[in-house]
């Protein structure tokens, strides 16, 4: 059984905050990164990398738990 780190907690509210950026950007065409970054570019992208980041480190928390298992 694999523990849960706050590294893997912090990954999932990132990943639940970029899901709920893409819903606002698909119902009412709201970018909320956009907003809280101020208009810097930057900001927006180190935004966007650290949440990349964090659903990267969700994908490996899932094989590490071996939720999927490949063989019979």
């Known amino acids: 059984m694999y523990?849960?780190?706050l590294l893997d907690k912090i990954s999932?509210?990132?990943v639940l905050i970029g899901?709920?950026?893409w819903g606002f950007i698909?119902?009412?065409?709201v970018n909320?990164?956009?907003?809280?970054?101020?208009?810097?570019?930057?900001?927006?992208?180190i935004i966007y990398i650290t949440i990349c980041a964090a659903a990267i480190n969700i994908i490996?928390?899932?094989?590490?738990c071996e939720l999927f298992k490949f063989s019979n």
């Open 32 to 45: 909320i990164v956009s907003l809280f970054s101020l208009g810097s570019i930057l900001l927006q992208r």
């Open 26 to 29: 698909g119902l009412f065409n």
């Open 19 to 21: 899901a709920i950026n």
């Open 3 to 5: 523990k849960i780190s």
């Open 60 to 64: 490996i928390l899932v094989f590490k």
């Open 12 to 14: 999932f509210l990132l």
